[in-house]
């Protein structure tokens, strides 16, 4: 202690008056708080509040509101985030925000439910099939609920059809679809873990459907096409589609990769499972939580005997989903259109509207905010070559990282050493929450 005696005898009197984390735990809004978030939780935000007021910082009277300050929203240490990156599926901000609908419905799943269970009949019944059928009327082509089954994600996918189409045998795919997914996963190290063989044909930037007549034989398990989803090749390029890969007679897989059950005019190049299905594909495999819009999830849809293979595979229990997945993605294809889909279809003149009005309200509170037009991504691997033109509110560049860390977390992106806050993928309910978050940023 370097502190004079005079000021150590008051900074002692005022350690005194600390309150002590007993009766802090019984100040009603913290016993609340406990009851709420677990006692842990509490008792660190009073830890920490405590520490404060020893170090000074704040007086003994106002460690309880400070302790209130400090308390988590909610028990899980998984805070909300503004996407205002510019990228609709951002897949380390957890992909597609679920609909309102489909949060309902993972809320009232959230207890017990009838998952697995016939109510009418008191019995055990097929788990997820309120899931399954939704998929199946939403998608005509699979010719009903046998040809649909839902794992934990597109990359559980194509591991069951690698183990139950290919054991012991080749996985035929052109050498241009050899995709890492992200974060260093492969698809090829994903398949040839499964013990299946990978037989790559083409090249980089062209595949002719000879080089896979060429491949294809008794050792064939099954024919992979998967959708470059995350970059792009262009200039001299050939591939082979999937109509013309069904004639070879073995099992075509074809991962989509973002999950459009059907073509979207904005994405023109952007497969969907309703065309790969019509073209003779024996499975489609995608992720749910992508362009789809719902939660992490891994579609498989197809041919009724392989599918009913597939989820026979002992591997399938280990890849399966939970009640809440089921519950938010058959609410997802059921409900109303999902914030992605909404991003995708709104248009340039609204979205900088909106980033006009934003800036006018942030520029009379004295923030340096302009409005700006942006070019927006689809991004979370899909449509690598299309330009979203979007808006965004432009501020000065240290706004990044104070947004970032703030209460609700909104991540925007640097260009040209501004901070832009892209409105894509910010639904306009959410605007206000943008201008209150800079605001609370700029005292
Ligand atoms: C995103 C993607 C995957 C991985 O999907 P997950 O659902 O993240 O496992 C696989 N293939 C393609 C083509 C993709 O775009």
Redesign the pocket.
């Known amino acids: 202690m370097s502190d004079t005696a005079e000021s150590g005898r008051s900074g002692t009197d005022a350690r005194r008056r600390i309150p002590r984390t007993d009766a802090l735990l019984s100040e009603p809004r913290l016993a609340k708080a406990a009851d709420e978030l677990g006692r842990g939780l509490v008792r660190r935000a009073i830890t920490t509040a405590q520490e404060r007021a020893r170090a000074g910082e704040i007086t003994p009277e106002a460690v309880a509101d400070e302790a209130v300050a400090l308390l988590p929203t909610t028990a899980s240490s998984l805070r909300e985030v503004l996407n205002a990156t510019g990228v609709v599926v951002h897949?380390n901000l957890g992909?597609a925000p679920l609909s309102r609908a489909a949060v309902r419905a993972m809320r009232a799943a959230a207890g017990n439910t009838d998952v697995e269970f016939d109510l009418a009949e008191g019995r055990r019944a097929r788990r997820g099939r309120g899931a399954l059928a939704a998929l199946a009327e939403a998608l005509p082509e699979v010719g009903g609920v046998d040809g649909v089954h839902v794992v934990?994600?597109?990359?559980?996918?194509?591991l069951l059809c690698a183990l139950v189409l290919a054991p012991g045998k080749e996985i035929v795919i052109s050498r241009g679809e050899l995709?890492e997914?992200?974060d260093s996963?492969r698809?090829p190290d994903l398949l040839a873990a499964t013990g299946a063989r990978l037989r790559e044909v083409g090249t980089t930037n062209r595949t002719h459907p000879a080089d896979y007549a060429d491949a294809i034989g008794p050792d064939t398990g099954f024919v992979l096409k998967?959708?470059?989803?995350?970059f792009r090749v262009s200039g001299f390029t050939a591939q082979v589609p999937v109509a013309r890969l069904a004639r070879f007679g073995v099992p075509v897989v074809v991962?989509?990769?973002?999950g459009l059950l059907r073509a979207h005019p904005r994405l023109p190049d952007e497969p969907d499972a309703a065309s790969a299905l019509a073209d003779g594909a024996a499975v489609v495999?995608?992720?749910?939580?992508?362009l789809l819009g719902g939660p992490?999830?891994?579609l498989i849809l197809g041919d009724h005997e392989l599918v009913r293979r597939l989820r026979r595979h002992p591997v399938a229990r280990a890849l399966r989903v939970d009640k809440l997945t089921l519950a938010a993605l058959e609410a997802t294809v059921r409900g109303p259109a999902p914030p992605v889909r909404r991003f995708l279809d709104t248009d340039p003149e609204t979205l900088r509207a909106r980033a006009e009005r934003l800036a006018a309200v942030l520029s009379r509170r004295g923030v340096d905010a302009v409005a700006v037009s942006t070019v927006a991504a689809v991004g979370?691997?899909?449509a690598p070559g299309v330009e979203l033109p979007s808006a965004a509110v432009s501020l000065p560049v240290d706004y990044a990282r104070r947004l970032r860390t703030s209460e609700p977390a909104v991540v925007g992106r640097v260009e040209r050493d501004r901070c832009l806050l892209d409105l894509c993928a910010i639904t306009p309910d959410a605007d206000d929450r943008v201008v209150e978050a800079v605001t609370r940023c700029t005292s």
């Open positions: 897949t992909r934990n994600n597109n990359a559980a996918a194509l995709v997914i992200g996963f698809i998967v959708h470059p989803s995350n991962d989509i990769g973002s495999t995608a992720s749910a939580d992508k992490q999830a891994g979370g691997g899909g």
